[in-house]
């Protein structure tokens, strides 16, 4: 959804003075489109986790050592604490990134085997692991309900709760191959596994939370006639993003009134970009005084 991201911020390239956030850097494909269009760009690249800083500094050195780009290690949650001022164009891309998801000592896939880990950040933070053999059977009941919206996980956690009396949970392909014996194949094309994978990783990054309180914080960052561009992969995300755009009419409203979605050309390219939702939040211009 690059390019769609590209013509809602074309409005700003003719602006000398030009701020951009990322605040979900991942491989740094969308900085790397933004510095393409926007030469005379300065940029701000968040990530949490640390292979995607390291890469950063990898990839985009002379950037960085000219000072055009700034790349800091922390969630998008704490951009306040850098004092880093406002920008015109503002992003994130929320979920798991390509390279999370094919490594398997990552903890996300349930379709490679390695330890349920699932923290985007991996210095801090409890893991899935943890989760599991230590929640209640009813806490495990809620988690699945309200971050996976599984309507009937009971079966599946009384399973997880009946087999970690003998052996603790600790690999991805088992607990996957639980949730395949005990539910089955509903829907094809659609691993059983899915929703209960995307539970755990919500809840441990609490993702909801996080985008919850920081978006807001988001939107008062950017400069009059500012753009936040915002990228969802589930309802529950895009649900959050919606309400939060729509809150405050006077304050500034979305670039279009639908959600934008990936074209057949980019879903073909990059199958995960299927579920992708783009909304973008434009501050008004007539806010110079900061009267909100």
Known sequence: MVRDILENFAVFRDKKDLRYFDGTFGRGGHLRAVLANFPQVKAVVMDQDETAVKFGYENFRTEVESQQVRIIHGNFSEFQEHNLGSFDMMLLDLGVSSPQLDTADRGFSFNKDGPLDMRMNQTRGVTAEYILNTSSEQELNEMFKQYGEIHRPFRVVRAIVHDRKTKAWQSTKELAGLIERVDGWRHKGFHPATQYFMALRLRVNAELEVLEHTLPAMMQAL???????????????????????????????????????????ECDMNTRSRSAKLRVFERRVQDELGKF
């Open 223 to 265: 400069n009059p006639g500012g753009r936040l561009a915002v990228i969802s992969f589930h309802s529950l995300e895009d649900r959050i993003v919606k309400n939060i755009f729509r809150s405050d009419k006077e304050f500034g409203e979305q670039t279009h009134k639908r959600i934008l979605l990936p074209t057949q050309e």
